[in-house]
């Protein structure tokens, strides 16, 4: 009977996912890198990830207005 080695470590990569092993993704928009990421809206016409800070800023400029913010003094 035949024995097939079986790697003690592999990886599987789904249909449009990317391996980065490790390394720091980067925002699109300012090339930080990010610790959360956010997936721009279609209208945005951004490909790629975003930081939690430009997000934000794209959020506010999508809904203009008077809003209350939270949080703002993080950023």
């Known amino acids: 009977?035949?024995?097939?080695s079986v790697p003690e470590?592999?990886?599987y990569q789904s249909?449009?996912?990317t391996v980065t092993l490790g390394k720091k993704?980067?925002?699109v928009v300012c090339s930080g890198t990010i610790e959360f990421h956010f997936k721009p809206m279609v209208e945005w016409d951004?490909?790629?990830m975003m930081c939690g800070r430009?997000?934000?800023?794209?959020?506010g400029e999508h809904y203009p207005g008077?809003?209350?913010r939270i949080n703002q003094d993080l950023e």
Do not use: Q
């Open 1 to 4: 009977m035949p024995t097939e």
């Open 46 to 48: 951004i490909e790629g």
């Open 54 to 59: 430009c997000y934000s800023k794209k959020l």
């Open 15 to 17: 249909k449009g996912a």
């Open 66 to 68: 008077e809003h209350v």
């Open 9 to 11: 470590c592999f990886l």
């Open 25 to 27: 993704e980067r925002c």
